[in-house]
């Protein structure tokens, strides 16, 4: 499978507890995106990576959010001391370099529970 | 800030039948539009793009649409609905960020159900 992979699917976690999850992109986009999607609605910018580099950030919704692409593959987003009002779908995208308006593509997501 | 405007959260059409989807955006400059569509518990899936030239976009699955500049516009159709049609469909617009990014602010959605 080539496509936007995002793991795990699913995770239940208490509230306070901190949560990783990881996303690897298709072979060779360099752009990478993290979305939220609460019930009802569309998904909501969070924050994008060109290779490496976290270029804009501003979107992430509290100091509690962060996330890493190390080496400009694979992507990380953490949620520390988790809250009920962040259990949402966490949806990565990634999207080829070449011209400004290619499509993203996004893989299937994380579904978090915050109970 | 850009924005969309999904009229509609909920659209129900016969088998057969004409599917209309509607929305609007705001923006300041000329928009890149799109469609995505949502099977439950899945990610997002493209339907089809306006970026330049052509304004009636054609998609996958006989879906198409038509960019109207004068009425900031951007209504998805589908002229016979087929019962795989039936999922979340959303409407983006595409704007910049610092090192040009390309990130999506989206509709919220309208859900397609789809009758025998």
């Known amino acids: 499978d080539t496509g936007v992979s995002q793991d795990p699917r699913h995770k239940i976690t208490k509230r306070g507890q901190n949560v990783t999850f990881r996303c690897d992109p298709i072979s060779e986009h360099n752009r990478l995106y993290w979305y939220r999607q609460t019930l009802g609605q569309g998904p909501e910018f969070l924050t994008y990576?060109?290779?490496?580099?976290?270029?804009?950030k501003s979107r992430l919704l509290s100091d509690r959010f962060s996330a890493e692409r190390p080496k400009g593959s694979f992507s990380t987003l953490e949620i520390q001391r988790t809250e009920q009002g962040d259990s949402a779908m966490y949806l990565c995208?990634?999207?080829?370099?070449?011209?400004?308006?290619?499509?993203?593509?996004f893989g299937q997501g994380t579904r978090l529970t915050v109970v | 800030a850009q924005s969309v405007t999904q009229l509609g959260s909920h659209v129900s059409v016969s088998e057969g039948a004409l599917v209309l989807l509607r929305c609007n955006y705001s923006?300041?400059?000329?928009?890149?539009l799109f469609w995505y569509v949502q099977y439950p518990n899945q990610g997002l899936q493209l339907l089809l793009k306006?970026?330049?030239?052509?304004?009636l976009v054609k998609g996958i699955n006989g879906f198409e649409a038509e960019f109207k500049k004068s009425e900031t516009s951007f209504h998805l159709t589908k002229p016979s609905a087929h019962m795989s049609d039936a999922a979340e469909y959303f409407c983006a617009v595409s704007e910049y960020s610092s090192g040009s990014a390309r990130q999506l602010t989206f509709g919220s959605g309208t859900q397609l159900t789809v009758l025998p």
């Open positions: 995208a990634s999207s080829p370099p070449q011209t400004m308006n290619t499509e993203a593509f």
């Open positions: 990576f060109q290779n490496e580099a976290q270029l804009e």
């Open positions: 923006s300041s400059v000329p928009p890149y």
């Open positions: 306006y970026t330049t030239g052509a304004t």
